[in-house]
């Protein structure tokens, strides 16, 4: 099983930036998906953004497309969120999950189809 660790997050000010890395520990296969969800309070899990080596398939929601790039580190094993131009309604806690290829097909995330998570990382942002 693998195991999965965030880390990165911060408070930063509004337009500033942030990189989330989601370091994996246990054997992974290229055709796992690793995606990044976020949480803000009183609001539900959100799929930001995912990536799956395999076919090079990326996701991103609408509400960070163009300004969130997801990608693998192969150097540090890690799947790296870079946020720019952060917003205050980017403030959530953000948790990265695979799904070990197994259900996620594609579009929108589902935190249905993901099995294992991180313990998540709080980012803030405001003035």
């Known amino acids: 099983q693998v195991q999965l660790a965030e880390s990165g997050g911060g408070f930063v000010q509004p337009g500033g930036s942030l990189r989330l890395s989601c370091t994996t520990h246990?054997?992974?296969?290229?055709?796992?998906?690793i995606a990044w969800f976020r949480q803000a309070p009183g609001k539900e899990r959100e799929g930001v953004s995912c990536i799956r080596r395999s076919d090079g398939h990326t996701f991103y929601a609408d509400s960070v497309k163009g300004r969130f790039i997801i990608a693998i580190n192969d150097a540090n094993r890690t799947v790296d969120l870079q946020m720019n131009s952060l917003k205050p309604e980017d403030t959530a806690v953000y948790y990265c999950?695979?799904?070990?290829?197994?259900?996620?097909?594609?579009?929108?995330?589902?935190?249905?189809?993901?099995?294992?998570w991180g313990q998540g990382t709080q980012v803030t942002v405001s003035s």
């Open positions: 999950a695979t799904d070990y290829g197994v259900k996620y097909m594609g579009g929108t995330l589902n935190e249905d189809d993901f099995i294992s």
């Open positions: 246990g054997e992974t296969r290229d055709y796992y998906t």
